[in-house]
Nanobody, 113 residues
């Protein structure tokens, strides 16, 4: 059974940092391009960052320079390092296999003082 499970979300103050993790099972992880998406309250879901099988990355303009996506194929895990968080980063963050269109259940990130 294919499964993606996110972790690492929570409440953080503006300017703070969080690291999200997404553990994959039931798939050959190394052949999957992976992405992080988010849905903010009242908004459409949007792509945050993507990493290809060979490590190429791309980011939404709103997070460039603050967020970093990475992957560890040995651990079947993709990460999202988030720094200098802003209130507008508040959202549910979803991990996705871009190759096979598989989503995780999401993890809540709240940026508030």
């Amino acid at each position: 059974q294919v499964q993606l499970v996110e972790s690492g979300g929570g409440l953080v103050q503006p300017g703070g940092s969080l690291r999200l993790s997404c553990a994959a099972s039931g798939i050959i992880f190394r052949i999957n391009s992976m992405g992080w998406h988010r849905r903010a309250p009242g908004k459409e879901r949007e792509l945050v960052a993507r990493i290809s099988t060979d490590g190429m990355t791309n980011y939404a303009d709103s997070v460039k320079g603050r967020f970093t996506i990475s992957r560890d194929n040995a651990k079947n895990t993709v990460y999202l390092e988030m720094n200098n968080l802003k209130p507008e980063d508040t959202a549910i963050y979803y991990c996705k296999s871009e190759t096979f269109d598989i989503w995780g259940p999401g993890t809540q990130v709240t940026v508030s003082s």
